[in-house]
């Protein structure tokens, strides 16, 4: 949708108050539509609701942004709950951050029971067989646009192939390789602050699209005002819930219990998530698939074909991982296997979004603050860059999975490779976007299924 241009020098009529009532059913709807990952959901909400609506102005939505740039998370379901919060109070932020992340995980479950009911149905299996070498190319184009903002010079492409390096060649945590590309970046900046001042890749803004509700000097509304009082009612609120539901877990299952080590393991994963979902994901592999092995490596991949075809952020795809492993390890028992992979779902998002509501919630009071340009941003580029060399090794498991699906030792499937040739070019040369490209892929694999059953 385009802003509609208003000749220079016409006045613009300011827009009509929003109630938060108005408001749900904008938030509900985005939940719906909110496809193409990161860049995809913040390009429409800047349609929406700067362009389009008018609720904020270019520099409010832009400030926000950078800070939700900083924070581990999903960027895009933090920008909404900051919008939300800042129009509506504490109940705006929770509205419009829950309603984009439940069409999500709603839809998720139900493709996952699908996946596990119906998974070896040969039509199916033909399309999981087409998606599969889509997902490879997905993951090394992540690697490629993340690397063509991040690696900037020498210092970021060394942080990136010690991380590829520590992963690949080691087996290193993922936390671990953070934590070190953070200092990294932190002590790095004192002594060659030119190196790793990259920040988030957003500037102040410059289009004026009208009067809006949040306009550039539009003062800060009172609820949005710094308060140690506010601060530390939303951090025990909190620390609360997340007491109250692990406490809930435990007393249910124990420590040792599916849903117990889910919660924990999810919060970690939580405060992980610098650089987008792709980057976390490898911590997911290590923990889901080689630790607790509530899912094996095919079907981390299959979970991420379901994550790029849904609503909301990549990041969902942690509900499949939940789903899967709910239902694999039976935790309501053998006659509830549905009702325990549902549960396990949202568990694993509760754990997961947690974090980012109270980041917003806590830190948006502090950064309302100013509308300068935010600072400490040296860390966040060497984790970024980090990420990268995180990434490039996860898109290699992908494509050992799926060209080599027995192993070396089996036989190399060469459909897949071409598969994953085609959609590189398409990616990378062609631009094509998320969706087109793994329904094509999708076609392709049932088309195989249907004329040449014997390859699968």
């Known amino acids: 949708m385009t802003a509609i241009l208003h000749p220079p020098g016409v006045p613009i009529a300011a827009p009509t108050p929003i109630s938060l009532g108005q408001a749900f059913w904008f938030w509900l709807k985005l939940g719906f539509i909110s496809f193409g990952g990161p860049a995809g959901q ?20 832009l400030h926000a942004l950078n800070y939700c740039m900083l924070l581990p ?27 984009f992340v439940l069409p999500s995980l709603f839809i998720l479950i139900a493709l996952s029971w699908i996946y596990l009911r119906f998974g070896d149905v040969p039509v199916v299996a033909g399309i999981f067989y087409g998606i599969k070498p889509a997902v490879t190319a997905l993951v090394l184009h992540a690697a490629h646009r993340i690397g063509s903002r991040a690696l900037k010079n020498g210092w970021m492409w060394g942080i990136a192939a010690a991380a590829f390096v520590a992963i690949f060649a080691f087996d290193a945590p993922f936390p671990a390789i953070v934590l070190a590309a953070a200092l990294i970046g932190h002590f790095g900046a004192r002594w060659a602050p030119a190196v790793f001042a990259l ?49 809930a877990l435990i007393a249910a299952q124990g420590l040792q219990g599916t849903l117990t080590q889910m ?22 592999y290590q923990g889901a698939v080689e630790h607790h092995q509530w899912l094996s ?7 991420l074909a379901l994550g790029e075809t849904t609503p909301g952020p990549l990041i969902m795809v942690v509900a499949f991982v939940g789903f899967v492993g709910g239902w694999l390890t039976q935790v309501l028992g053998p006659d509830a296997v549905f009702l ?28 309302e603050a100013t509308h300068g340009r935010l600072g400490f941003t040296a860390p966040l580029s060497a984790i970024t860059a980090a990420v990268v060399g995180v990434i490039l090794n996860l898109a290699l498991f992908f494509a050992y999975h799926v060209l080599w699906p027995k192993g070396f030792a089996g036989h190399f499937d060469a459909i897949s490779a071409v598969i994953v040739v ?35």
């Open 73 to 99: 998370g999903p960027e895009a379901q933090q920008l909404a709950t900051y919008i939300g919060w800042l129009m509506h109070r504490t109940w705006g932020g929770i509205v419009a951050g829950m309603l």
């Open 42 to 61: 913040i390009a429409i909400m800047h349609t929406e609701l700067v362009e389009r609506r008018r609720w904020i102005s270019e520099k409010r939505f």
């Open 340 to 367: 325990g992979g549902a549960l396990a779902a949202t568990v694993v998002t509760f754990f997961t979004f947690l974090p980012s509501f109270v980041f917003i919630l806590a830190g948006g009071p502090a950064i």
């Open 199 to 247: 920040g988030g890749g957003h500037g102040n803004g410059k289009q004026s699209y009208g009067p809006a509700l949040i306009d550039d000097d539009t003062p800060t509304p009172a609820h949005a005002r710094f308060s140690r009082i506010y601060l530390a009612k939303v951090l025990c609120i909190g620390l609360g819930l997340w007491v109250a539901v692990m406490g």
């Open 297 to 303: 490596g095919a079907q981390m991949i299959d979970g």
């Open 422 to 456: 085609a959609a590189s070019i398409a990616l990378f040369r062609f631009k094509l976007g998320v969706m087109p490209l793994l329904g094509a892929c999708a076609v392709i694999g049932l088309a195989i299924m249907l004329l040449a059953p014997g390859l699968l």
């Open 263 to 284: 919660g924990w393991f999810f919060t970690k994963a939580a405060m992980l998530t610098f650089g987008g979902a792709y980057a976390v994901l490898p911590y997911v």
